[in-house]
């Protein structure tokens, strides 16, 4: 089997990392080798417990340890990742003879040290992720909107063993709170597994909100599976639109299938087919082409899936690769808001981003 070079290096990284970050702990671990041992020996089984959290085996455990073993395992490579750098700076800085050797080699004050600065990076980091934040947005309702309207635009909850009903619960009060006219969902409602979401029965949740929610497919409604993901919407009394387009008032949302199906429709296609004297709004969880919205005279787009990150220097990657990766943006008369996310994919961690939900109104 061929694998492809870059393929086989984002394979061989975690591993390399992994590697190199139990030798920093083993070195500067005071020499009780009973503690060295259990302590990268723990680590070893956190890393394991990823590649677990990342295959179908969880759903054949109880909800609670399936719980305990995503969680585990995702929050591991990020701390991990943070642990390779760290150890970076200080064998560097180490060798450059600007930290005295005694701290990096069997000490009690560089292991106390390192401890209590992970503690409060990843304290922070979990309460940020949890902290989340309001986006307001004004826009122009070209003449097209008669009376005053307010929208709130989600993207990326990833409902499963981590986001769990009690989270969406909590999600669900600010939202409602806002008191909105309709709330839209641009992908990525389920993380990867029907399981949990279905044993918690999230989708009560969303019954007695009292305006009207529309949602699109994400790669990991995909990975979910599209019909058990349609089946959580009916149930939730969600309008999913997949390549279909929805009339609310002087809005007409364009929900397009995502990229993950290659066969979807194109935006010109849905375009041939919608009311142009209505405010168009386009949902697309990806945020790719952001000409064709342009090109087809679309008055605002909006996406996720970048979580612009999640964590430092992640989203100096999203950017790389992304035209817009975060925020709000302008191509002639189209307005783009790219979202981070108001859940996340894997560790509940924020680096560096936020979690969010975004509030827009029409002037």
């Known amino acids: 089997m061929n694998i492809p070079p870059i393929a086989?290096?984002?394979?061989?990284?975690?591993?390399?990392?992994?590697?190199?970050?139990s030798y920093g702990v083993w070195q500067v671990l005071p020499y009780i080798l009973w503690l060295r041992i259990v302590t990268v020996s723990l680590m070893a089984l956190a890393f394991l417990s990823f590649f677990v959290a990342m295959s179908g085996w969880l759903d054949k455990l109880p909800l609670e340890i399936a719980t305990i073993g995503y969680n585990l395992g995702t929050s591991?490579?990020?701390?991990?990742?943070?642990?390779?750098i760290l150890f970076a700076i200080v064998h560097i800085c180490g060798l450059l003879a600007w930290i005295p050797k005694q701290y990096l080699h069997q000490s009690y004050l560089g292991t106390t040290i390192l401890c209590g600065l992970l503690l409060v990076l990843f304290s922070y980091a979990r309460y940020h992720y949890e902290d989340k934040k309001r986006v307001e947005l004004v826009l122009n309702g070209k003449g097209k909107i008669k009376e005053p309207k307010k929208l709130?635009?989600?993207?990326?909850?990833?409902?499963?063993?981590?986001?769990?009903?009690?989270?969406?619960h909590r999600w669900l009060e600010q939202i409602k709170a806002e008191e909105p006219d309709a709330l839209l969902i641009a992908g990525d409602l389920i993380d990867r597994t029907i399981k949990p979401v279905k044993e918690e029965r999230a989708e009560e949740e969303f019954k007695e909100l009292g305006f009207p929610v529309y949602a699109i497919y994400g790669n990991h409604d995909y990975y979910t599976g599209v019909a058990a993901d349609r089946e959580f919407c009916e149930k939730a009394g969600i309008k999913l639109l997949k390549d279909e387009i929805a009339y609310f008032d002087d809005i007409a949302i364009i929900g397009r299938d995502d990229r993950t199906n290659v066969h979807r429709k194109t935006l010109a296609q849905l375009m041939d087919n919608v009311d142009r004297s209505k405010y168009i709004i386009e949902l697309d969880h990806q945020p790719y082409h952001l000409e064709e919205a342009e090109e087809n005279c679309v008055d605002f787009e909006f996406a996720g899936h970048t979580h612009h990150g999640q964590v430092w220097p992640g989203n100096w990657l999203t950017e790389a690769i992304y035209e817009n990766a975060y925020g709000v943006s302008q191509r002639k008369g189209t307005t783009y808001y790219v979202s981070s996310?108001?859940?996340?994919?894997?560790?509940k961690f924020r680096i560096g981003t936020q979690s969010e939900f975004l509030v827009v109104t029409f002037r």
């Open 341 to 347: 996310g108001l859940g996340i994919w894997g560790a």
């Open 76 to 84: 591991w490579i990020v701390v991990l990742l943070y642990m390779a």
């Open 8 to 21: 086989l290096f984002l394979m061989l990284l975690p591993i390399a990392g992994q590697i190199y970050v």
């Open 152 to 168: 709130v635009l989600v993207s990326d909850l990833h409902l499963g063993y981590h986001n769990r009903r009690q989270d969406l």
